[in-house]
C-alpha cells in the first residue's frame, strides 16, 4: 500500500497521475482539508500536522509515502527524513520512506537528473524564464529558485505566491471567481517578466490548469508535477522492492473532513465520484 498525502483535495492531481501510470499498484489517499490551507501556516504547525498525517498513513500499513504537498514537502520533509523518520523506522522495525514532489518537479524545470552534472548534460540545453505559482510558504522557502539555479544558472526564475487560491477550491467558491482569482496572480506574474515556461507549484492549482493556461501567455507550456512525480514513482519502486506497494489496484480515499461545496470541481476533475471516508 502506497500513501499519498496532502494538506487537502490538491494531492488528487497527483493521485490521478500515480493511478494512471501504475495501476496494479495499491493507494490510500489522506486530504487533511480539515486543516487546510497549509500555504499560510506557521511553517511548526505544517511540520506537526505532516508528521500526524504520516502516522494515520503508516497505520494503514503504507511503508512508503509521496508528500504530494509542496508546501508540506519545501518546510519539512528535509527535517522528517533525516531526523523523525529514522526514529520511526528503528521503533517499528519495518523499512519505512517518504518522499515528496520538489525533485521529480525540478528535474523535470531543469531537464536534468537530480546528481547529474549541468557539465555532463552533453548538449546545452536553451536558457529560459520559468514561473512558479506557489503557496506564500512555499514562495517564502525559495526552494524552487535555488534548487533550479544550482542546477541551471541559466534559467531565471520568478515566483507568485497565490495565497487564497488553494482555500477558495476546497471551499468551493464559485468558478468565476476562482477564474479572477488566477487572472489577478498571472497578472501579477506578468508585470515582472514573461515566462516561456510555468510550474504549477502546488498540488491544487492543476484542479484549475485551464484558467492558468487562458490567463498566460497563449502557448506557454505547464511543467506537469503529477506526471514528473508519477515517473519518479515507477523508477524508485523499480529500485526498492523493499517496500511493498500492493498488486491489487486497491484505492482507499480518506480525509480529516471536507467542505461538500467543494465537489462538483474535485469530481469534474477525477471524471467520478469520490468514495472518500473520515480520517
Ligand atoms: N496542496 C498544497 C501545496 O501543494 C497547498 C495547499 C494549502 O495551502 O494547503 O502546496
Not at 54 to 82: D, K, M
Amino acid at each position: 500500500m502506497i500513501g499519498v498525502f496532502d494538506s487537502g483535495f490538491g494531492g488528487l492531481t497527483v493521485q490521478h497521475a500515480l493511478i494512471e501510470a501504475l495501476p496494479q499498484r495499491d493507494f490510500v489517499y489522506l486530504g487533511d482539508n480539515r486543516n487546510t490551507p497549509y500555504g499560510t501556516k506557521p511553517p511548526i504547525d505544517v511540520l506537526t500536522l505532516t508528521c500526524a498525517g504520516l502516522e494515520r498513513l503508516f497505520g494503514e500499513g503504507c511503508t512508503l509515502v509521496i508528500v504530494a504537498c509542496n508546501t508540506a514537502s519545501v518546510v519539512a520533509l528535509r527535517w522528517i527524513q533525516q531526523q523523525w523518520l529514522p526514529a520511526r523506522r528503528r521503533e517499528d522495525g519495518v523499512p519505512r520512506n517518504v518522499i515528496g514532489i520538489v525533485v521529480p518537479t525540478i528535474e523535470a524545470a531543469t531537464g536534468l537528473g537530480w546528481d547529474e552534472e549541468p557539465a555532463a548534460a552533453g548538449e546545452a540545453k536553451p536558457s529560459s524564464t520559468i514561473a512558479v505559482f506557489a503557496t506564500p510558504r512555499t514562495v517564502e522557502s525559495g526552494c524552487y529558485p535555488i534548487e533550479i539555479r544550482k542546477r541551471r544558472p541559466d534559467i531565471t526564475v520568478v515566483q507568485q505566491a497565490c495565497p487564497e487560491l488553494a482555500s477558495a477550491i476546497e471551499q468551493g467558491v464559485p468558478r468565476d471567481d476562482i477564474r479572477t482569482l488566477v487572472e489577478e496572480y498571472v497578472g501579477e506574474l506578468r508585470r515582472k517578466a514573461t515566462p516561456d515556461r510555468v510550474i504549477l507549484g502546488c498540488t491544487h492549482y492543476p484542479l484549475v490548469a485551464e484558467f492558468f493556461a487562458a490567463a498566460l501567455p497563449r502557448g506557454v507550456p505547464i511543467i506537469h508535477q503529477p506526471q514528473a512525480t508519477a515517473r519518479a514513482l515507477r523508477f524508485y519502486l523499480d529500485r526498492h522492492p523493499e517496500y511493498d506497494a500492493g498488486n491489487a489496484g486497491q484505492r482507499m480515499f480518506l480525509s480529516t473532513g471536507f467542505s461538500a461545496e467543494a465537489l462538483p470541481l474535485i469530481e469534474r476533475f477525477w471524471g467520478d465520484k469520490l468514495p472518500f471516508r473520515q480520517a
